[in-house]
């Protein structure tokens, strides 16, 4: 019954390579995030989707394109993959209704690129 | 602009001893305050947030608007208190800021038996 679910949880890959990690959550949430937590542990927001619209799209490189084909899906597309994208990659899905912002996290996926 | 600033990246007590990490922001609006702990190679998990002010796993936290701070405190660590702590603030519904969580750049904290 695991709440927010993000696959594969690991991924090694080559640079110039293209990459897809997905996020589900079973919450009935409206709204998911993708987060990138790098290697000094600093985390910051990337997307932020809700019902399937983008709302937020902080200063991330084009070659990173979000795709949500429902509420409950936010998959996370990575195109000619760079080493600095190495970096551990956290989804999040929240109820936003009534100025709550209570956000649930995903387990993560560790990319690294060689 | 939305900014968290957690001025200790380290913090090492030992058990038993009255921990307190430290979490300061800036927000022209009215603020919504989260502290989110990540134990080894976890999930981030929400710890407490502001509007409800309860205590958690005994670890307490006050806004104070004045001081335009969120310390996170617990009179007695544990060790199993070892962790990664985040101080996140959260925007306001509409904008671009709809549902942000801007995060300070986290506190570990160990606890020494």
């Known amino acids: 019954d695991t709440a927010v679910s993000q696959t594969p949880k690991y991924l090694v890959t080559q640079m110039g390579n293209d990459k897809s990690i997905k996020c589900e959550q079973n919450?009935?949430?409206?709204?998911m995030y993708w987060y990138k937590q790098d290697s000094k542990k600093f985390l910051k927001i990337m997307f932020s989707y809700n019902n399937k619209e983008l709302i937020i799209n902080e200063t991330v490189p084009n070659r990173f394109s979000p795709k949500s084909p429902d509420k409950a899906h936010l998959n996370l597309h990575i195109n000619s993959l760079e080493l600095g994208d190495s970096a551990v990659y956290f989804c999040?899905?929240?109820?936003?209704?009534?100025?709550?912002?209570?956000?649930?996290f995903g387990p993560g996926t560790r990319l690294t690129v060689l | 602009a939305q900014r968290v600033t957690q001025p200790e990246k380290l913090l090492s007590v030992f058990k038993g001893a009255p921990v307190e990490l430290k979490c300061n922001y800036s927000y022209s609006g009215s603020p919504e305050l989260f502290w989110y702990v990540q134990y080894s190679r976890q999930r981030l998990q929400l710890l407490l947030r502001h509007i409800s002010r309860e205590s958690i796993k005994g670890f307490t936290a006050d806004l104070n608007k004045g001081e335009t701070s969120f310390h996170l405190k617990k009179p007695f660590a544990q060790e199993e208190d070892s962790a990664m702590y985040y101080c996140a603030l959260g925007g306001n519904a509409g904008g671009t800021s709809y549902g942000k969580l801007t995060f300070g750049q986290g506190t570990i904290l160990t606890v020494h038996p």
């Open positions: 919450l009935g949430h409206d709204t």
């Open positions: 999040a899905s929240s109820q936003y209704l009534g100025g709550r912002n209570e956000q649930f």
